[in-house]
């Protein structure tokens, strides 16, 4: 059973920084791909950010590049993304996926809210 588990997220001021983290089990993750994605209240889930399995990959949504990095520890099958200069518009449910499908994954966490007040 893959289980995807997202922690993280919380309420900061505009300008500041979170880490959130993504913990797989059931599968070997180190082999797929992973990232996030994340969905504001009243609009549908939009891509933030994705990492091949190696690391070797990685692709930003224009709205989060030079703020977001993505990163991987496939040793602890752990996904991060650290966020800085966060913004009020990066309000949103975070959720972690892994194995790419088209544009999307086809396992998913159960997400982490982020709230950034101005």
């Known amino acids: 059973q893959v289980q995807l588990v997202e922690s993280g997220g919380g309420l900061v001021q505009a300008g500041g920084s979170l880490r959130l983290s993504c913990a797989g089990s059931?599968?070997?993750?180190?082999?797929?791909?992973m990232g996030w994605f994340r969905q504001a209240p009243g609009k549908e889930r939009e891509f933030v950010a994705r990492?091949?399995?190696?690391?070797?990959?990685?692709e930003y949504a224009d709205s989060v590049k030079a703020r977001f990095t993505i990163s991987r520890d496939n040793a602890k099958d752990t996904l991060f993304l650290q966020m800085n200069s966060l913004k009020p518009e990066d309000t949103a449910v975070y959720y972690c996926?892994?194995?790419?499908?088209?544009?999307?994954?086809?396992?998913w966490g159960q997400g982490t809210q982020v709230t950034v007040s101005s």
């Open positions: 059931g599968r070997p993750f180190s082999s797929w791909s």
């Open positions: 996926g892994a194995l790419r499908v088209g544009n999307g994954f086809r396992y």
């Open positions: 990492m091949d399995w190696n690391g070797g990959i990685t």
